[in-house]
């Protein structure tokens, strides 16, 4: 039982870091409280669910839950809320939940170790991301599917890279919104302040998850690629354009999302006995 605490806590620090480097940066630039209290409140539930969080082992199960989140991502077209011709968001009471961020990460651990079927929820998640001009999450998912094809050597899973590349080509800088402060620009803002502290946080967005996701990785090999793809494609994507920062600018839905990411994913010990298990059942047949 205290191997199995230690490897989830260790696994959720992918997130830690980067998302309490984002409180650092809310604080010292003087964020309302209420955007510090949104972004430590979904750090608290996200680490909850790493912690105690759990999904059935199933794999038609997972997949199932794969192909709900992608048809959620259509829910927004057609309730809302809309800004600027943009409806890319869920309503939560009294903050809005960005979708792409906050489920793109499920779908794609989930799908990740699906060689045959994982890049059909995928796709049909572009799709969504793609009506929502969601240029950032389709980057995302054109790099997670990039490194998917080069893990599982898969034609499926390139043209899934492709197709989401293809949709961000076109949508990237379509309907763009303003700017927002404390969510966009958060790493110009921080080397315009010091040169130190804007590489200080390009560390804790980048480096150190990207170092506990694929060089000393607590989960399994291809769902830390994927997760790491995800990373890179969001980062790149608001350095590039006017896009929501992950984890280190103001949003809960990324913190969420990679939270419920994380907490999904099998850890390596978990995932050699569930192999067992699976080529004994095969064995059998």
């Not at 630039?29 to 669910?49: E, M, Y």
């Not at 969504?128 to 898969?154: K, V």
């Amino acid at each position: 039982m205290y191997a199995q605490v230690f490897d989830r806590r260790r696994l959720a620090l992918p997130l830690i870091f980067p998302a309490v480097g984002g409180l650092i940066y809310l604080n010292i630039f003087d964020a309302p409280q209420r955007l510090i209290l949104i972004n430590a409140g979904a750090l608290v539930l996200a680490l909850a669910w790493i912690a105690l969080g759990r999904l059935p082992a199933d794999r038609r199960f997972r997949l199932g839950i794969a192909w709900a989140c992608a048809a959620l991502l259509f829910v927004p077209l057609l309730t809302g809320p809309e800004m600027g011709g943009v409806a890319r968001w869920f309503p939560a009471g009294p903050i809005t939940l960005h979708s792409g961020p906050l489920l793109l990460p499920l779908i794609a651990v989930l799908c990740a170790r699906e060689e045959k079927w994982g890049a059909a929820p995928l796709a049909l998640a572009a799709f969504a991301l793609a009506l929502q001009s969601d240029g950032a999450a389709l980057l995302a998912l054109g790099l997670a599917g990039a490194a998917l094809a080069w893990l599982h050597r898969s034609l499926t899973f390139a043209a899934l890279s492709l197709f989401a590349l293809s949709l961000t080509a076109f949508t990237f800088q379509d309907a763009s919104l303003t700017p927002q402060q404390f969510t966009e620009g958060v790493l110009a803002d921080a080397f315009d302040r010091t040169f130190i502290q804007g590489l200080g946080f390009a560390m804790m967005l980048f480096v150190i998850p990207l170092w506990h996701l694929v060089v000393d990785p607590q989960l399994q090999r291809t769902e830390g690629y994927t997760l790491a793809a995800l990373l890179i494609g969001l980062g790149l994507a608001a350095v590039m354009a006017p896009y929501p920062y992950p984890l280190i600018g103001y949003g809960a839905s990324p913190i969420l999302g990679f939270g419920l990411a994380l907490g999904a994913a099998a850890l390596r010990d978990q995932l050699r006995v569930t192999e067992l298990f699976e080529l004994m059942e095969r064995t059998r047949e």
